[in-house]
Each structure stands twice: as C-alpha cells, then as structure tokens.
C-alpha cells in the first residue's frame, strides 16, 4: 500500500503590505534597530473584506485545485486559527459548504496557538493512514493580532496555508513525525481580552528553542536522521532571528532554510507561519529531497515531520496555481492610518 503524503498545497497572502518603518515612526522607535531586532522588513494586512475564513477558504481552493481532485473526496477538514471572526461557529463547517465537500466529513476546529493547523494535518494523516477518509485536508489560517505600540505589532500578519494528504498522487511523502509539548506559560490571551500577552522571558527559551530543538532532534534521534539528510528545513517564523537561531542549534546550515523564510516579507501569520514556508519550499523542490518540518505553538509544543519529494512534485508545481513567490512580490502599502482602519481596530463611541 502507499505511504500517505501530501498531494497538494495552497497559500493565501493578503496583498496589502505595511512598512516596519511606518510602523516605527508612529510609535518614536528607530525603524533601523527595530528591522535590525526582528529581521522583518513589512508584514502582510488583511484587506477590509477579508478575515481568517475567507483567507482559509481561498488557500483550500487553491490546495484543491493543485491536488487535482474532486472536493467530495476530502473525508476530514482542520481549521487552525487564533484569530476566528466568530467567538462561537467554527471555520471548518464553512469551508465545508465554500469549497463544494461532502456533508459525510469530519470537520474540526483545531486551537494549539500556532501549531494548530499542524496539529490538523496530524488528525488528517491518522484518519488516511487508518483507511478511514480518502483525503484530509488542513488550513492554518490568521490575521494574527499586536497591541498598539507593543513589539508584537510589527510582526503580526495575516495569511492562509492549506494542505491536502491521501494516498494517491502524493508529491511528498511522509517518513517521520514526532512531537514535544509542555506547559510553558509564553504567550496567552484571556476572554474578552482584545490582544494576547506573553512572557517577555519565556518567549525565546524555554517556549520557541526548547521545543523547537527538542522536536527536531528528538525526531532525528529517534528515526536515525542527521542535519545533512535534508535538502530544506521549515521551521515556524515569529521574526526573522529565531529560525535561524534554531538552526544555528542544530547544525543545520542556514542555507537550507532560507527557501523556506516568508517572515521577513509578510511577518509572522501565526498558524500560516510553518505551512507557508513549507508551501514554498514545495514550490522549488526536486524529486528525492527530504524536508523537515517543524511548526510551534506558543504554551508551548512543537511537532516535528519529515517528508520526501516524489517525482510527481513536477507536475503540482506546474498546475498554475499562485505561487507563495507570486504572492510576495504582488502587494500594495499602506500607510498607519490606513492599516488601523483595515483591521477594524478604530473604535467608535456612542
């Protein structure tokens, strides 16, 4: 029998673009420091019309139309999110009727900060690999939200990746996964509260780096793998530094993750982040080439796969569908005042 894998992918990038130098001179900081800080040079806006479920429903789509399958085969749909427009209804269920499924589907909403959609793209494998759905499909989908004035406003962004796994017509195979997940108090947002808080401490180690680290070695470890398997390494994105950092940690060379770094062009879109890179790796990569993938969830956890590029990776990269490439090279600035007003954080009183 066939390994399950992935058969298609997509990706959503918002094409309104705000300045990290806008953003900085708003607020007094020194825009040189603050992009040296980050290593994020813009991040992408969602547009007035736009939200987490319509930017998951255009990355499914886009997914759909590079599988090449008819959507009724998708047995299970994942929505990873932290930034749902409804407090109460799940994106799963819309995309559900958006993209043309069948109503006999497994649809979940996943929250896991934002390792979330890496968590449904679990689910989805077990489900496939168990016999039980054909395809299963997982969205990682955020207008991710920054404080006003606070660090996390020049990194949060918005964007949508989506992946489909099955058996037949798989682009890249699954080898290897394995998870790293602790209690670690990074990053949080109590109800009702406007934006998330975190532990200024916490955020680098013991959350990003001992999870990240701790995934990706203890997958290697296990499994028999070494940092010169992989021809890419993804891992997840909250600012230019830290992946590079984390990589730095383990040996790998910079080089193989750079095709994989969106970041510093569009910021970090939280459940997106990992998905997004991964996506554009996908994008580039050749038949025999063994990718690690390694998303994070502030909490704080990480998994951990390795995929393997099949020969059919040609074909999915010529079916037409934007690229992630094509995305960030298609965008239209903004200025703070406009950016304020896109992301409905003007408020007004009565």
Request: with cysteine; net charge negative.
């Amino acid at each position: 029998m066939s390994r399950v894998g992935v058969v298609g992918w997509g990706a959503y990038i918002p094409k309104y673009r705000i300045r990290t130098e806008e953003v900085a001179r708003i607020w007094g900081d020194d825009p040189l420091r603050i992009v040296d800080v980050y290593l994020v040079d813009e991040k992408s806006v969602e547009g007035l019309d736009e939200d987490a479920v319509t930017i998951a429903v255009e990355a499914a789509r886009r997914a759909i139309r590079r599988a090449g399958i008819d959507p009724r085969r998708i047995g299970a749909v994942y929505a990873g999110t932290e930034s749902k427009p409804y407090a109460v209804k799940p994106i799963s269920s819309i995309l559900v009727d958006a993209l043309g499924l069948s109503n006999n589907v497994f649809a979940v909403d996943m929250e896991f900060a934002c390792k979330a959609g890496s968590e449904g793209l679990v689910a989805a494998i077990g489900l496939v690999d168990s016999g039980r759905v054909e395809y299963g499909m997982t969205v990682g989908t955020d207008t991710s939200q920054g404080e006003p004035g606070e660090h996390l406003e020049y990194s949060a962004s918005s964007g949508g990746a989506a992946l489909i796994v099955g058996r037949d017509g798989v682009a890249a195979e699954l080898e290897a996964m394995y998870s790293f997940v602790s209690d670690t108090p990074d990053f949080w947002r109590r109800e009702g509260s406007p934006y998330p808080m975190h532990g200024e401490g916490f955020t680098g180690e013991p959350a990003y780096f001992r999870h990240i680290v701790g995934a990706a070695k203890g997958l290697m470890e296990k499994y028999g793998y070494k940092p010169s398997d992989f021809a890419y390494v993804v891992f997840h994105q909250p600012n230019g530094r830290f992946p590079v950092r984390a990589a730095s940690m383990l040996n790998i060379p910079i080089e193989k993750i750079k095709p994989g770094i969106v970041v510093t062009h569009i910021g970090n879109t939280y459940n997106a982040s990992a998905l997004m890179g991964f996506a554009k790796v996908l994008e580039v990569a050749k038949p025999g080439d063994k990718i690690l993938l390694v998303p994070f969830g502030s909490g704080a956890g990480s998994n951990a796969f390795v995929f393997t590029v099949t020969d059919l990776i040609t074909e999915r990269q010529k079916t037409g569908v934007p690229t992630v490439e094509e995305m960030l090279r298609d965008k239209i600035y903004v200025d703070y005042a406009q950016y304020l007003k896109m992301r409905k954080m003007i408020k007004l009183f009565e």
